[in-house]
């Protein structure tokens, strides 16, 4: 009897052993999967009938080189509901493991802990792919938490016409700031002799763009310094430029009239609307294209640029493999040839926009003769900076943004300075 009972345990050992063995090997087999989150279209608010093929593209590539790893992600997400979607998943336990970060965003997100430091998972060659402004987009107090996908600098657009009418030649690039003054008020003009103003310089020109023209920042050693030279000369400077249009607010519908010379222009926009079938709908009454931004020096870094990284969950699983699908999506060429040619915006890239295929894209016939070349883009993003300060939120900006324009509205800059200084340190001690 007792012998019977000892094969019986034997028996139910030997059993459960083997459906454990069983049931770890089918865990075995399973693939292991990846989600990641993006959103639907361009990231640069312009129209786009493109699908994600760099993303199909990439995450094709992804699981063809590992056969046991399955990469998701929800398709048809709006941009405008992105930044939502992303806290719904993140406050339910449920963020990707790689996913699309603003650089709005990333200073909030890596000071919450929901960004995984990257700095032990790179060496020199990861940083050495980027272009320099493109990568410190997602640098954080010392630490990178996201890599550069896709930017998108400012340039300024030309309307040719008028400027050809007027006897004056296109600006060549490094162009200054007193030279588009210049231009701007030999423009400025009554071309019907009714006393009113109906031809104009520029349009849009804000004091980003100044600021960015003159060098520069609104914070130095991490304290804002509105009250600093360069903030005060890139004031005075637009002050002055708006005094040629005699209290007239000159518009991009004005532009879109043809009655204005300069219209700071994104890159996404201008290969949005320069070629067919956009061009028939928009900017179609004149001849127009876009050069570099003009600056205080030839050497002064002038333009603004955006850039959209991806970034790690601080939680994911699978943090090798995230990380290698995150180099697969920024720093592979022809991930991010494909991606630059079927985009709006610019690969973080310099070996791509240097590339053959870059420069035979960009000057196909629907471009036109006077197209940017991909060595003037490579050249913009060699002197491009940051188009917004981290540790500022949106809400903080517009409120700059509001508060100088009033000043500049009751011709009151000097004045008015301080006491803007004072209540946007307020606003950002608060968090408003």
């Not at 019977?4 to 075995?28: E, P, T």
């Not at 063809?64 to 941009?79: A, F, L, T």
């Not at 000097?414 to 950002?428: F, G, K, T, V």
């Amino acid at each position: 009897m007792k012998l019977k009972r000892k094969h019986l345990c034997w028996g139910i050992g030997l059993l459960v052993v083997l459906c454990v063995s069983a049931g770890f090997y089918w865990w075995k087999q399973q693939p292991t999967v990846l989600h990641i989150g993006v959103y639907a279209g361009s990231s640069w608010d312009v129209p786009t009938s493109q699908r994600s093929h760099a993303l199909d593209r990439a995450i094709q590539k992804f699981e063809k080189s590992h056969p046991h790893v399955r990469v998701e992600y929800e398709n048809g997400i709006p941009q405008s509901d992105y930044s939502d979607w992303l806290s719904e998943k993140i406050v339910s336990g449920k963020t990707p493991d790689v996913f699309m970060v603003s650089e709005q965003d990333l200073s909030l997100l890596a000071a919450r802990g929901v960004l995984e430091k990257l700095n032990g998972y790179m060496d020199r060659k990861d940083q050495a792919a980027f272009y320099p402004v493109a990568f410190e987009s997602g640098v954080y107090q010392g630490q990178t938490y996201a890599l550069p996908y896709e930017s998108n600098p400012i340039l300024m657009c030309v309307n040719k016409d008028l400027l050809d009418k007027e006897g004056i030649a296109v600006p060549k690039e490094g162009w200054t700031l007193e030279e588009f003054y210049t231009i701007c008020k030999k423009l400025t003009k009554d071309t019907n002799g009714d006393g009113q103003l109906d031809q104009f310089g520029s349009t849009e020109y804000t004091w980003k763009e100044a600021l960015a023209a003159n060098g520069g920042h609104l914070f130095q050693g991490g304290m804002l310094k509105l009250t600093a030279p360069e903030v005060k000369e890139s004031l005075t400077f637009l002050q002055k430029l708006e005094d040629l249009n005699k209290n007239y607010k000159v518009s991009s519908k004005d532009f879109d009239q043809g009655k204005v010379a300069f219209y700071p222009m994104t890159l996404a926009q201008y290969r949005t609307y320069k070629p067919y079938p956009y061009h028939v709908s928009k900017y179609s009454n004149f001849t127009w294209t876009c050069i570099p931004m003009p600056a205080k020096s030839k050497t002064t870094k002038a333009t603004l640029v955006t850039t959209t990284s991806f970034a790690m969950s601080a939680r994911s699983s699978h943090s090798k493999l995230s990380w290698e699908l995150m180099q697969l999506l920024t720093e592979d060429p022809e991930i991010q040839q494909t991606l630059f040619a079927q985009s709006q915006g610019i690969s973080v890239m310099p070996q791509v926009v240097k590339s053959r295929s870059s420069k035979d894209f960009l000057q196909v016939d629907d471009f036109g003769t006077d197209s940017l070349t991909n060595q003037t883009l490579n050249r913009i993003m060699e002197q491009a900076v940051e188009s917004s300060p981290k540790n500022v939120s949106k809400e903080v900006l517009e409120k700059l943004d509001y508060l100088i324009g009033n000043a500049l509205r009751d011709q009151d800059v000097e004045n008015r300075l301080p006491q803007i200084q004072r209540e946007i340190e307020s606003s950002l001690q608060v968090g408003v």
